[in-house]
Nanobody, 123 residues
């Protein structure tokens, strides 16, 4: 069982930055794929960025060049640095993890989820 706890959300003006953090329980964090997803009101949960089990990173086209995913295995943590934020980035952001498989951009391939952290970008 893996428990995930996100933090770092908040209210920011367009063009601003936020850094989200996700801390995971467990001693095998380094072997898990980690992903960030978001869900805006009335919309489906969508992929933002992820680290594969081998350490390769990927991100959605909508955030490429603005968001950066990173991880610190010594701290059992994964981060999402969000720059040049836009009002359309407003959503609840979730951290997710899984121990096997690929399909890193598919939400329902992840069995473990955090509670989410709200990000609101004002225009």
């Amino acid at each position: 069982q893996v428990q995930l706890v996100e933090s770092g959300g908040g209210l920011v003006q367009a063009g601003g930055s936020l850094r989200l953090s996700c801390v995971a329980s467990g001693r095998t964090f380094s072997t898990y794929a980690m992903g960030w997803f978001r869900q805006a009101p009335g919309k489906e949960r969508e992929f933002v960025a992820a680290f594969s089990r081998s350490g390769d990173s990927s991100c959605a086209d909508s955030v490429k060049g603005r968001f950066t995913i990173s991880r610190d295995n010594a701290k059992n943590s994964v981060y999402l640095q969000m720059n040049s934020l836009k009002p359309e980035d407003t959503a609840v952001y979730y951290c997710a993890s899984k121990s096997g498989g690929t399909r890193y951009s598919v939400p329902n391939s992840y069995p473990y989820w955090g509670q989410g952290t709200q990000v609101t970008v004002s225009s």
